[in-house]
Structure formats: C-alpha cells, structure tokens
C-alpha cells in the first residue's frame, strides 16, 4: 500500500507542476478575502481603539494565521471529481484497486496543498513585514497542539467536500451548493470575523457546527485564546464530527454509485 501512495503522490506532485497559472489564480483567489478582510477589520480597530475588546494586534495576528490554517485544511475534492462523474469517466477510477475519494482524489489534495503552501510563504512573509504583527502570545505547547487540531480539522474538511462532491450522483448543480456552503464557512468558520464578534446565537450556532473546527478552532488554539475546558470541548466535537460525517459519507458513496452509469453503459 505504501508504494502505491508513492507512486500516486509522484504522479499528483507531476500533475501539479504542470498547471502553474491554474495554482496561481487559485493562490490569489484564496488569499484575497482574508487579506481584505484584515485591511478592513484593522482599520476599524484602529479607528476605535479596539473593537470588541480585539486590538489591531489582536486581527493581524489571527488573519496571518488564518491564512496558513486555511491553506493545511482547505480541499479541493469537488474539482477534482465531480465532473468526473457527472461526465461517466469516474468509471475508470472505479476500476483502480484504490478507493477514488479516500485514496486518490485525498493524495491529489495533499499534492495541490503541498505546492500551494511553497507559494503562500512569500506573499505571508511580505504581509508580516508590512503589518509588523506580535506573535509573542504563541507559545510551543499550544504549536504542538495546534497540529493534530489542523489534521483533524483538514480531515472534517475532507470529509464535507467529499460529502457535497457525491451530490453530483443526483443533480449538476453541486457546484452551486459548495459555494452555497464557502459562504456559510466564511460567515460561520471565522474567515469573515472572528466569532467572538458575532451576534450571540449565531456564534452559539457556529460553535456547534463543523465549520469552525478546521478554521477558529485551529487559529483560536495555536494564538492561546481558549482555556483549556474550551480547548477539550472542542478537540471532543472534532471528534464527535469526525465521525459523523465518516457516517454520513459511507451512506452518500454507497447509495451515489447505485446510481450512476458511465456513457454506454
């Protein structure tokens, strides 16, 4: 099995390299609403001192941040096999001794983070040179578990986009319904603002909902703003989401092959 993950990975890294201008819009359409949304947030901390008791320190530090937490747990299964089966070519993938999503499509994401991290790191370098932001409130324990909550937060991540993918067993308007579900992510995961400054229900909404746990959550925990109850409780839902949506995928695979067909078939 390993060799055969080498060799995916080997194949994935190659078709990378060979779409350079399709990665760099992409590059620049993830980074430009995190980017706006700390110029706008800085300049009304700025204006008023602070907002909510978040300093202009308080959103340069979570934006940059944000900016590689959501880099490690964003996915991108839907554009990599949904129109392999509404177009019957998923059928040759299903011919593979590997499974399409938990094998291959999961490879050729590690494949597209991997180099779309190499080209973040520049333009996050220059963003912290011109904000100048203090980082001395991160300290090595909450790095350290800042890790497993990125891991478990990419594979909730995974897991949704692959969920929302085998929609397009049913109808062609998936792509409509993950744009319908970035918006709630950024309303809801924390990439809009941070949840702290939402109304009250709908942060309580959002904290028991799977978006935040592979964007606040991770961000959150690595600056050293949770205690160690809120820390647990939310370790716990990632858990408790985990296997939720392991669930729900399992069902929406199983009943999505029932009903396609590959052209000629």
Request: glycine share 4%; charged share 10%; net charge neutral.
């Amino acid at each position: 099995m390993w060799k055969i993950f080498a060799r995916m990975w080997q194949v994935n890294w190659a078709e990378q390299w060979q779409y350079r201008a399709n990665l760099l819009m992409y590059q620049f359409y993830s980074l430009v609403s995190p980017i706006v949304f700390l110029s706008v947030w800085r300049a009304v901390a700025t204006s008023q001192g602070n907002v909510s008791g978040l300093t202009v320190n308080d959103f340069t530090t979570y934006y940059l941040v944000l900016l590689i937490v959501e880099n490690l747990t964003s996915e991108i299964t839907i554009w990599v096999l949904a129109y392999k089966i509404q177009d019957g070519t998923l059928a040759s993938d299903l011919l593979r001794p590997v499974h399409p999503i938990l094998v291959n499509t999961l490879v050729n994401n590690l494949a597209s983070k991997m180099l779309n991290f190499l080209a973040l790191m520049p333009v996050w370098t220059i963003l912290a040179l011109l904000f100048r932001p203090d980082f001395s409130a991160i300290i090595p324990q909450n790095l350290l578990l800042g890790l497993p909550a990125i891991l478990m937060g990419f594979a909730i991540n995974f897991l949704l986009g692959a969920i929302i993918t085998c929609v397009a067993f049913w109808t062609t308007q998936v792509y409509s319904l993950s744009e319908f579900v970035f918006a709630l992510v950024s309303l809801l995961g924390g990439m809009f603002v941070p949840l702290e400054l939402l109304p009250a229900l709908a942060r309580q909404a959002a904290l028991l909902l799977p978006f935040q746990l592979y964007l606040y959550f991770p961000i959150q925990l690595i600056l050293g703003r949770l205690s160690l109850a809120q820390v647990a409780w939310d370790f716990a839902m990632q858990g408790v989401w985990l296997v939720v949506l392991i669930l729900i995928f399992q069902w929406i695979w199983r009943a999505g092959l029932k009903q396609f067909s590959a052209v000629g078939a």
